[in-house]
């Protein structure tokens, strides 16, 4: 089946950190873009990071990108999300999303189900 | 950032009916833009891409219009699956944003 599976959320308090991972499956992962996008309780999608496939382009929102690192490792077909200093405000799930390409385009064409990220004390 | 501002926020409707949701860019993002619904619990699942592209799989009920500011996507003929929340998102340049969200609900 051509999918992703997040892992490694989890409870941390603030402060702390969490590595998330982002496992590829039934396609070739060295042909796409990765992105992570969350969603706090009850709120809308908000876009998190995003690494092409040989690794050379990493963007990251503004407010977030002197506290989360993107990094992929294509002979595992993953892509993983490292977050340091965790705040409450950092509380949603996290979603790995493919990026696909369809001239002149890009789009978010298929989502993992998530992984759960609480931070609290 | 390019804001993106949909409307209604929620809406209510029957099956059978047809809805429109709206959804508009602070700038002109020419036709760089997705359509996603979403169900309690579960992932969004992409709907139309490019404004007007259906995504393989996606019921021919759905379509998506417009250009620069202002697009919308319409429903025709709601069914029970077809309650959900909407999200459109643009990709026309970094960040990718995505709208509030509108809520489909049964009347």
């Known amino acids: 089946d051509v999918q992703l599976v997040e892992s490694g959320g989890g409870l941390v308090k603030p402060g702390g950190s969490l590595r998330l991972s982002c496992a590829a499956s039934?396609?070739?992962?060295?042909?796409?873009?990765i992105h992570w996008v969350r969603q706090a309780p009850g709120k809308g999608l908000e876009w998190v990071s995003s690494?092409?496939?040989?690794?050379?382009?990493?963007k990251y929102a503004d407010s977030l990108k002197d506290r989360f690192t993107i990094s992929r490792d294509n002979t595992k077909k993953s892509v993983y999300l490292e977050m340091n200093s965790l705040r409450t405000e950092d509380t949603a799930v996290y979603y790995c999303?493919?990026?696909?390409?369809?001239?002149?385009?890009?789009?978010?064409?298929?989502w993992g189900r998530g992984t759960q990220v609480t931070v609290s004390s | 950032d390019i804001q993106m501002t949909q409307s209604p926020a929620s809406l209510s409707a029957s099956v059978g009916d047809s809805v429109t949701i709206s959804c508009r860019a602070s700038q002109n993002i020419g036709t760089s833009l997705s359509w996603f619904h979403q169900k309690p619990g579960t992932s969004p699942n992409l709907l139309v891409y490019s404004t007007s592209n259906l995504q393989s799989g996606v019921p021919s009920r759905f379509r998506g219009s417009g250009s620069g500011t202002d697009f919308t996507l319409t429903i025709s003929s709601l069914q029970p699956e077809d309650f959900a929340t909407y999200f459109c998102?643009?990709?026309?340049?970094?960040?990718?944003?995505f709208g509030q969200g509108t809520k489909v609900e049964i009347k």
């Open positions: 039934g396609f070739t992962f060295l042909d796409y873009t």
């Open positions: 998102q643009q990709s026309y340049k970094s960040p990718w944003t």
């Open positions: 690494i092409s496939s040989s690794s050379n382009y990493r």
């Open positions: 999303v493919r990026e696909a390409w369809n001239y002149p385009h890009w789009y978010f064409d298929l």
